[in-house]
């Protein structure tokens, strides 16, 4: 290799400058110039220039001079040298590998001396090259991971943006790291720059921090999944969230982090638990319809043979027999109760299997109007506000028996009537529904003593009532339930205790079975 000590006298001066230049704690880049513009002195040349391998094409990092050779120039030179006898490229290698080329636009051929110099400085320049090359090397692969660690992150983000629940994780310190688009919106919604890198306590400040602390604790301390139920009036009614918490491990054993996904499930539980009603309904309907039909058969020979003594006692008193008095009486009375129980059997045979009575199209209004006019008699209901609120587009219901829905109708108005004693109002109101499978809904509002809570998976059980004994069997709502179950529809209750309660039919606009 080529020292300065082997470089020829006049060339001397000029290359311990370029070493003492390399040396000096310059910045890379203004030695390297300044080493060109010794060289371009040197040997006086148009241009000098240091050109860098990008990994696979040349590119002219620094330069002194000009004009600018061109990269198709330089390749030529380093190709064919001969051919290009005024441009001279010489390699700079970098261990095995080349770095790059110096290259001198001449404006004369190079003298020996000349030529050593020219190579001297591409080996002085050589390891700093390499140096810098891997560092430009390094910062490429730098920028391309943090590309593409940004790319995973929207990624993620966008997943986690998508998901239809609530999601945010939390790190050791409480400290929120992630924060979906979820938590973004809604009445109690914070913006994710509010949030991220606050403590979990700050933003969830109406939720009490202790018992927050306590459900992220257990779940760094056990590691374990932790799920429950949480009611909410955040959004102005009452919904259910089910909130889970769940461990994340960056390394491999300790829980570093914990994620929580708040899922909006109070449609899902109200239909989970009108599911279950239904099936209780179902099965309560099936055990009646059969002891029913037990009781119809020993009920029909009590009524007849009762009708035979009847006649038998007429015939034996015309005949002159002395019957006493109590004896029609008591006939009179098996009537009675034997009718009774008749309803009662028939009530409960169309709670289970309502008759397949002929179905039509039917005007849900239209039965409105037509049970006003058969309760206008009834001397309670004169006392009470009755107002309709008709939906004058509702579609009719294509396959209906108005008989029966007039007998629900009727079972609701005076339900209301007994809830409200003497004085209130009910309002009768209809509209449309979302989908044709509830595409008519009409609603019974009623300001009585409403039904608690506990009380309202019951009601539309056979039997259940609240009346005394006497005023109510409990079969209205349960062949109302029925009734509609037959029409493809559904019954739903909103009630206040003190304040008034709302039953809500709702019934498809399409054929349905
Ligand atoms: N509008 C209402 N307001 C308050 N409670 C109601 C209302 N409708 C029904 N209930 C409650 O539901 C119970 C069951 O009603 P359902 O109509 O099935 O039977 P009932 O009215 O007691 O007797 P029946 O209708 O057989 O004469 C009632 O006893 C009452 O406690
Ligand atoms: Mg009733």
Request: hydrophobic share 40%; proline share 4%; aromatic share 4%.
């Amino acid at each position: 290799m080529p020292t300065p000590a082997a470089a020829p006298g006049g060339a001397l001066p000029t290359l311990a400058d370029m070493i003492a230049e390399l040396a000096s704690i310059r910045p890379l880049e203004e030695s390297v110039v300044r080493c060109l513009a010794l060289l371009v002195g040197a040997v006086g040349a148009h241009e000098a220039s240091i050109w860098l391998h990008a990994p696979d094409v040349l590119v002219r990092a620094w330069g002194v001079g000009g004009p600018e050779t061109s990269a198709a120039e330089v390749e030529h030179a380093r190709e064919q040298p001969a051919a290009a006898p005024m441009l001279r490229a010489v390699d700079i290698a970098a261990g095995d590998r080349p770095a790059g080329a110096l290259v001198v636009r001449l404006t004369r051929t190079l003298a020996a001396d000349e030529e050593l110099v020219v190579r001297a400085l591409a080996n002085l320049l050589a390891p700093e090259l390499a140096h810098a090359e891997k560092s430009r090397q390094l910062e490429v692969e730098v920028e391309a991971r943090t590309a593409e660690i940004d790319r995973e992150r929207r990624f993620t983000e966008k997943i986690i943006d998508a998901l239809p629940v609530g999601l945010y994780v939390i790190d050791r310190e409480y400290r929120i790291q992630a924060w979906n688009r979820k938590r973004e919106t809604g009445m109690q919604g914070v913006s994710r720059e509010e949030a991220i890198g606050r403590t979990i306590f700050e933003i969830l400040h109406r939720q009490p921090s202790e018992m927050l602390r306590r459900e992220f604790d257990e779940v760094f301390t056990t590691g374990r999944i932790q799920e429950y139920q949480m009611e909410s009036l955040a959004t102005g009614e009452l919904r259910t969230y089910r909130i889970t918490k769940i461990p994340m491990r960056l390394g491999d054993s300790a829980v570093t982090h914990v994620i929580t996904t708040g899922e909006d499930v109070t449609d899902w539980k109200e239909a989970q638990q009108r599911f279950a009603q239904a099936e209780k309904l179902a099965a309560i309907g099936q055990l009646a319809a059969g002891v029913m039909h037990e009781i119809n058969n020993p009920l029909a020979t009590i009524a007849a043979c009762a009708e035979s003594l009847g006649f038998k006692l007429g015939d034996a008193r015309k005949a002159g027999s002395v019957i006493p008095t109590d004896a029609d009486e008591y006939l009179h009375i098996i009537d009675n109760e034997v009718s009774r129980c008749k309803q009662i059997v028939d009530g409960l045979l169309d709670f289970s299997r309502p008759k397949q009575a002929l179905k039509e199209r039917v005007d849900l209004n239209e039965v409105i109007e037509r049970t006003l006019l058969l309760l206008k008699h009834h001397v309670r209901f004169k006392k009470l506000t009755v107002s309709t609120e008709f939906d004058a587009t509702l579609e009719r219901i294509p396959q209906a028996n108005a008989e029966q829905l007039v007998q629900v109708f009727m079972a609701l108005l005076l339900n209301a009537m007994d809830a409200m004693g003497d004085r209130g109002s009910v309002v009768l109101r209809t509209r449309r529904g979302r989908t044709n499978d509830e595409g008519a809904i009409a609603e019974v509002i009623d300001q009585g003593h409403g039904i608690a809570r506990s009380e309202l998976s019951k009601i539309f059980e056979p039997f259940y009532t609240t009346k005394a004994p006497g005023r109510g069997t409990g079969l209205g709502l349960s062949i109302c339930y029925g009734i509609i179950q037959e029409h493809g529809g559904r019954i739903e209750v909103d009630s206040v205790l003190g304040q008034g309660s709302t039953f809500r039919l709702i019934l498809p606009t399409v054929g349905h079975r």
